[in-house]
């Protein structure tokens, strides 16, 4: 199970620490779901990642983040796996899926937040553009 924790996942940049409290508890809803629900949660899940990566990605831009492509590399890569695992949730196929919501995102999440968010959430403090408003579910810089 992914717990939220603030002592070990937040980062300091408000905006960043919502997203990720929402994909942790989205990823718990999955783990606990029946398989009634898995493919509905799933969906919530690969939009909210479309719109996580997408949000994450413009603050790299207007920051000029210098790992820009090193860590939306990243999100390309999981992101298709999430891709590849919702083809397989609507055709039914359960099992891979929720062992890859159980494991490989949990996983995923907790070396992806200490590395590559870390650098970008000090990056943005540096640089001071952390402070941004939340539009449509997208960062706008203030």
């Not at 999430?82 to 609507?90: C, F, P, S």
């Not at 159980?102 to 970008?120: I, N, R, V």
Request: charged fraction near 25%.
């Amino acid at each position: 199970m992914l717990n939220w924790d603030a002592t070990q996942h937040a980062l300091g940049v408000a905006e960043m620490d919502a997203t990720h409290r929402e994909f942790t508890a989205l990823v718990n809803l999955l783990a606990e779901s029946d398989d009634t629900d898995f493919a509905a949660l799933f969906e919530k899940l690969l939009e909210h990642c479309r719109l996580h990566f997408t949000s994450e990605g413009r603050l790299m831009r207007i920051s000029r983040f210098p790992a820009l492509n090193e860590h939306e590399g990243e999100h390309h890569r999981i992101y298709g796996d999430l891709v590849q695992m919702n083809r397989a949730v609507q055709r039914g196929r359960l099992m891979l899926p929720r062992a890859f919501v159980k494991e490989g995102l949990e996983t995923w999440f907790s070396q992806h937040l200490s590395s590559m968010d870390a650098a970008l959430a000090a990056h943005l403090k540096r640089v001071g553009t952390a402070p941004v408003e939340l539009t449509g579910g997208l960062p706008v810089l203030m």
